[in-house]
């Protein structure tokens, strides 16, 4: 949210330290403004995992994930355009990747693999 309001400080002067001059409907527009940006990007953070675990790779490149989940590069170059957007400091999911690992058993199907984004936890 902080990110669709042009950062922290953009955030701060807006709403306030606090966000005291937050609405409830305002808040609500912008977490549905920004929920489907946040789950690609979720999805593609575990996508990334999933596809270091089951190759034992301890680092991973763009095309490598490419090449593994079978996407058009398009799509790979916006996913990770989306992920830097949210994370500007780092250059690929490979530092959370390393964190998640403990948390995916990438055995599990597909579709338990498609619901980790919302149940993994990861600090930073």
Known sequence: ???????????????GPKAERLSK??????VAKVTNKASR???FMVMWTVAMLEEG??????TQY?????????QTYRL????RELWPEYETPNEF???????????????QIAMLP???????
């Open 118 to 124: 919302t149940r993994i936890m990861v600090t930073v």
């Open 1 to 15: 949210m902080i990110h669709e309001q042009g950062g922290i400080d953009a955030a701060v002067e807006k709403y």
């Open 66 to 74: 490419q090449r593994y989940w079978n996407e058009e590069e398009r």
């Open 80 to 83: 990770q355009g989306e992920f």
């Open 25 to 30: 409907w305002q808040a609500m527009k912008t």
């Open 57 to 62: 790779a301890d680092e991973y490149s763009i």
């Open 41 to 43: 990007v979720a999805s």
């Open 97 to 111: 990747a390393q964190k998640m690992k403990g948390q995916i058993d990438p055995s599990i199907g597909q579709a």
